[in-house]
């Protein structure tokens, strides 16, 4: 019982020894990698600028609030790449990874979000790769935000690069929520008596909280009315 528990962790270590090995030697071509991903999340984080840009000479309104980026780490892929028991190989992140490039952006109401969708969607070099409706349909956890999966061209020295970059699209009521949920869930010590508890009471907030958005936008909507 013994040997095979510590013949276990011994197995474990010898896994994550070669797969760091793995990574050293990839280590260049990795940065790479890395580096263009973090070319493609500019050139997504600078079509969203322009749209708010030309909304707001056009429109004297800014449909974006903020926009984040980040970059998933170098830890944070190998963990994926090893929990769907994917190759560890810069193939296979390109190919399977398709968060590594985040851009989200947080808009006021509902509709810009669907209007910024649209409006991404629809330049000529912009190719959907997958898109997830969690405001139409929420998770369980009460979870909202429309998900793109997208590939943006980045140009090199001497090619052409299709990029993948996940794109969050959220209202501020919705990312309010989404940052809180993701601190309470991560919070240890935490019995499953009162986790459910708790799950409950942020289904019943998440609800609480897209009403509010509804209800925010029907009153833009109606004072736009008036303005017309
Ligand atoms: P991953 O393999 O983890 O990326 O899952 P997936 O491919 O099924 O993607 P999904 O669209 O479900 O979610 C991806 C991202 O959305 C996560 O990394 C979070 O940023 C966010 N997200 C999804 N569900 C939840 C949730 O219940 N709560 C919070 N706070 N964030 C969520
Ligand atoms: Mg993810």
Same mark, same amino acid.
Request: glycine share 2%.
């Given at each position: 019982? +013994?040997?095979?528990?510590?013949?276990?962790?011994? =197995?474990?270590?010898?896994?994550?020894?070669?797969?760091?090995?793995?990574?050293? @030697?990839?280590?260049?071509?990795?940065?790479? *990698?890395?580096?263009?991903?973090?070319?493609?999340?500019?050139?997504?984080?600078? #079509?969203?600028?322009?749209?708010?840009? @030309?909304?707001?000479?056009?429109?004297?309104?800014?449909?974006?609030?903020?926009?984040?980026? =980040?970059?998933? %780490?170098?830890?944070?892929?190998?963990?994926?790449?090893?929990? #769907?028991? *994917?190759?560890?190989?810069?193939? %296979?992140?390109? @190919?399977?990874?398709?968060?590594?490039?985040?851009?989200?952006?947080?808009?006021?109401? !509902?509709?810009?979000?669907?209007?910024?969708?649209?409006?991404?969607?629809?330049?000529?070099?912009?190719?959907?790769?997958?898109?997830?409706?969690?405001?139409?349909?929420?998770?369980? %956890?009460?979870?909202?935000?429309?998900?793109?999966?997208?590939?943006? !061209?980045?140009?090199?020295?001497?090619?052409?690069?299709?990029?993948?970059?996940?794109?969050?699209? =959220?209202?501020?009521?919705?990312?309010?929520?989404? %940052?809180?949920?993701?601190? +309470?869930?991560?919070?240890?010590?935490?019995? !499953?008596?009162?986790?459910?508890?708790?799950?409950?009471?942020?289904?019943?907030?998440?609800?609480?909280?897209?009403?509010?958005? #509804?209800?925010?936008?029907?009153? =833009?909507?109606?004072?736009?009315?008036?303005?017309?």
């Amino acid at each position: 019982m +013994l040997n095979k528990i510590s013949g276990n962790i011994l =197995r474990k270590k010898l896994i994550n020894d070669d797969l760091f090995d793995i990574i050293n @030697e990839n280590i260049r071509p990795m940065n790479e *990698l890395m580096a263009y991903y973090r070319c493609a999340i500019m050139e997504v984080e600078t #079509k969203f600028k322009v749209l708010n840009e @030309e909304f707001s000479l056009q429109y004297d309104r800014n449909p974006i609030e903020g926009i984040k980026t =980040r970059l998933k %780490s170098k830890e944070g892929i190998v963990r994926k790449l090893n929990r #769907k028991d *994917l190759p560890f190989s810069l193939k %296979s992140i390109e @190919e399977n990874i398709k968060d590594v490039a985040g851009v989200r952006v947080i808009c006021s109401f !509902p509709e810009d979000i669907y209007m910024l969708a649209d409006c991404l969607l629809s330049q000529d070099d912009i190719k959907l790769i997958e898109k997830k409706d969690y405001i139409k349909n929420p998770k369980k %956890s009460g979870y909202r935000s429309l998900h793109l999966i997208i590939e943006v !061209p980045i140009f090199l020295k001497n090619e052409k690069k299709r990029m993948k970059v996940e794109v969050q699209l =959220r209202t501020i009521a919705m990312d309010f929520w989404a %940052s809180l949920e993701h601190k +309470l869930r991560y919070k240890k010590n935490i019995n !499953p008596e009162e986790a459910e508890i708790i799950g409950k009471e942020l289904l019943e907030c998440s609800e609480i909280s897209a009403s509010l958005d #509804k209800r925010m936008e029907e009153i =833009r909507n109606r004072i736009d009315k008036r303005l017309e």
